[in-house]
């Protein structure tokens, strides 16, 4: 059984860090291309960021560029989300998933998903 788990959200002050991971099992983690994706209530899920299955490869989305930083440890099977300067706006449910490939920013080409992990950042 696939299993992703997200942790380390929580609550921040603007202008904070935060860093997610996202531990993978059940499944052969190097040979997914991983993404962070965020949904705030009423909005549509947002394509974040995403992995490559070597990690050498990474896309962001222009709303996060230059603050997030996507990163993973095949060893661990984990990746991780790197948040500095947040900013209210980046409040959200943040969700990792696996796809097939790397460069993809459409969610429903994602094969697995975690249940997610609440971001909220305060002004």
């Known amino acids: 059984q696939v299993q992703l788990v997200e942790s380390g959200g929580g609550l921040v002050q603007a202008g904070g860090s935060l860093r997610l991971s996202c531990a993978a099992s059940g499944l052969t983690f190097s040979r997914y291309a991983m993404g962070w994706f965020r949904q705030a209530p009423g909005k549509e899920r947002e394509f974040i960021t995403t992995?490559?299955?070597?990690?050498?490869?990474?896309d962001y989305a222009d709303s996060v560029k230059g603050r997030f930083t996507i990163s993973r440890d095949n060893a661990k099977n984990t990746v991780y989300l790197q948040m500095n300067v947040l900013k209210p706006e980046d409040t959200a449910v943040y969700s990792c998933?696996?796809?097939?490939?790397?460069?993809?920013?459409?969610?429903?080409?994602?094969?697995?998903w975690g249940q997610g992990t609440q971001v909220t950042v305060s002004s």
């Open positions: 992995i490559s299955r070597s990690g050498l490869s990474t």
């Open positions: 998933a696996a796809g097939p490939t790397f460069g993809l920013k459409y969610a429903g080409t994602y094969i697995y």
